[in-house]
């Protein structure tokens, strides 16, 4: 699926998934972001504070070291408050509260304004490893195929995945309950296979290729 190879691969777009991705990108790797929803990288929790005594002080770690967290927290912080004032220096915790969604908006912009940040969007199934390396990821698409038996362009369509190294589900239409439950999702099957990634239709053998081809132009 992809037409190059990656130096680092971080799984997560959290508000720690966002500093390694940033962090090795900075360091000059070419670097890819995998989650499972782009529009939530970065993302702060119902409760929109970052600070506190144990928070504030990884926070201001993470600034000494060229992190983001901080920064993007100034430039969307709505209310601030300095924790703890009654008991000793020591124990005070500065706190802000920012805006949830201008805060993971900001984190997305600082990601992309980045060259050496790559995304992608899928749920991450497996890590491979090479011995004691670890080499790669293997993502979940969710592909479906609906064969019969004896047929070519069924067998080029596993040989496509196989290739690629993407799981699929394999339904033998042979079977009338399977037949008739493609019938279903696509009364207008006339052909096989038919397959399906995400639970979304994209037709024949043909249909895949053609697919393919316009993502990776």
């Not at 990884?58 to 927290?73: C, K, N, P, Q, S």
């Not at 004691?132 to 609906?146: C, H, M, P, Q, S």
């Not at 279903?184 to 895949?208: E, H, S, W």
Request: charged share 25%; with cysteine; glycine share 8%.
């Amino acid at each position: 699926m992809f037409n190059q190879e990656y130096d680092v691969i971080v799984v997560g777009g959290g508000h720690a998934g966002s500093e390694a991705a940033a962090a090795a990108a900075n360091l000059g790797a070419k670097t890819l972001l995998v989650t499972m929803n782009l529009q939530t990288i970065g993302q702060m929790s119902c409760n929109p504070a970052m600070g506190g005594i144990a928070k504030g002080q990884i926070v201001r770690e993470v600034d000494a070291l060229g992190g983001y967290t901080g920064r993007v927290t100034d430039k969307t912080m709505v209310q601030f408050r300095m924790l703890n004032r009654s008991k000793g220096p020591a124990m005070w915790s500065p706190r802000a509260q920012s805006d949830r969604f201008r805060f993971a908006e900001e984190w997305r912009l600082v990601l992309e304004k980045n060259k050496n940040v790559d995304f992608w969007q899928e749920m991450v199934s497996q890590i491979l490893v090479n011995g004691d390396r670890v080499v790669g990821i293997k993502t979940a698409l969710g592909v479906e195929i609906y064969s019969k038996s004896n047929c070519y362009y069924c067998e080029m369509a596993k040989r496509y995945f196989d290739l690629k190294n993407v799981d699929y589900e394999l339904y033998n239409t042979d079977d009338q309950n399977t037949f008739d439950e493609l019938m279903k999702r696509n009364p207008a099957a006339r052909t096989m296979p038919q397959i399906f990634i995400d639970n979304n239709l994209v037709g024949g053998y043909t249909c895949l290729l053609y697919t393919s081809d316009a993502a990776d132009e």
